[in-house]
């Protein structure tokens, strides 16, 4: 086998066996609040600083906090449909801060916490949620794609970012974020591919929650892991708990360093749950039983990390009053915008859809203002 010359340079004289997963899940901090047992991962992963894991632990807060307004707000008819992230937060959080800001996040529909700790406005990015525009930020000015409801077709648009960055010389890396279900897709076996073949700076991170809304894993892949996939297209694959922010941020920061520095894409695995239905449109005691997720109550991502820090000396009473009242403030935020009556202008259906309206649109638009000129104020049709 002939190795690429920059693959070989990643590998370190070891042939392919940097492209295996490790044999442990990769732990930092264990589901009681402890450091976790040396394992094979130890050497590669060490263990982020208390600062940085203060500052995600504020976010794991905020976005805890923010999925529960969320789902008042749904109850409330405020927001047409939620898809809850709750027990996931953890995922979401290292993924925005192991960025840099010249870096691209590709969130999918249940990545609003992703969304927000990169820094778009909450109201912004709740717009499309509530039914108002098809996405209410502008990705350009926290380099934060719209978030995706087809299922990973982002992962291409990261690819082409990557590959795009790459041909101009820049050091961007563009991270793609898809739940389990999306690795059944034809779109990610394309992404995967194209991101290997031409070794563009691009992380893949799969947030295996175990269910494709009502479908377990094990009836999308019989693979030993869905980290093991990386293999098949020559890129390094690790498998993450999902639930320690400690590891992610070590697993994913070096995945993206690694591709920064021209070492290619990446695809990590982080086992999580969902605890929450798919959506509010979602009965999720139809297909699990309340024995499993109360299993998986035990491995809390906010919990862990709070015991870790508290034991640690890093948290105290003042720094969670502190961290509880910005998290408060965010989701009253979010209370008072999202309760706040619209009125649409119904011009906007023609002019965002191109940059120089075509004369089809140009006739549309005069066409209905005609028509709401003519109609008198209070009539319904």
Not at 81 to 98: L, N, R
Not at 107 to 122: C, E, F, I, K
Request: hydrophobic share 40%.
């Amino acid at each position: 086998m002939t190795e690429h010359p920059e693959r070989s340079a990643q590998a370190g004289g070891r042939g392919t066996t940097f492209l295996l997963p490790s044999v442990d899940v990769v732990q930092l901090i264990t589901a009681d609040g402890a450091a976790a047992p040396a394992g094979d991962h130890k050497a590669d992963y060490p263990m982020p600083n208390l600062e940085t894991l203060l500052a995600g632990y504020e976010q794991l807060v905020i976005g805890r906090r923010v999925n529960d307004q969320a789902g008042a707000l749904v109850r409330q008819g405020r927001l047409a449909v939620y898809p809850s992230s709750h027990g996931q937060e953890a995922c979401e959080v290292a993924a925005a801060m192991c960025l840099q800001p010249r870096d691209w996040l590709f969130p999918t529909y249940r990545d609003m916490v992703a969304v927000l700790a990169r820094g778009v406005d909450p109201l912004e990015a709740f717009a499309s949620l509530r039914g108002d525009w098809h996405s209410g930020y502008d990705p350009h000015e926290h380099n934060v794609a719209t978030q995706s409801t087809p299922l990973a077709t982002q992962l291409l648009h990261a690819v082409g970012v990557a590959h795009a960055a790459k041909l101009r010389g820049e050091d961007t890396v563009a991270l793609a974020i898809c739940g389990d279900g999306a690795t059944s897709e034809g779109d990610f076996h394309e992404a995967l591919n194209f991101a290997a073949v031409f070794h563009v700076p691009v992380v893949f991170l799969v947030q295996n929650n175990q269910y494709a809304i009502s479908t377990p894993l094990v009836h999308q892949s019989v693979a030993p892991s869905l980290a093991h996939k990386a293999i098949g297209y020559g890129m390094a694959g690790e498998r993450v708990d999902g639930n320690d922010l400690a590891a992610l941020l070590a697993v994913l920061g070096q995945a993206a360093e690694r591709a920064r520095n021209g070492g290619g894409p990446a695809l990590v695995e982080a086992h999580t749950y969902r605890m929450q239905s798919h959506t509010n449109a979602d009965d999720a005691t139809r297909y699990r039983s309340d024995g499993e997720v109360a299993q998986w109550v035990l491995r809390d991502p906010l919990v862990r990390l709070e015991k870790y820090l508290s034991d640690a000396g890093a948290l105290g009473a003042a720094d969670k009053d502190r961290i509880a009242a910005a998290a408060e403030t965010l989701a009253k935020t979010l209370r008072d915008g999202l309760n706040a009556t619209t009125t649409p202008d119904p011009q906007d259906l023609f002019r965002f859809v191109y940059s120089t309206p075509t004369p089809q649109l140009d006739e549309q638009g005069r066409s209905l203002a005609a028509e709401l000129a003519a109609t008198p104020t209070g009539a319904t049709s």
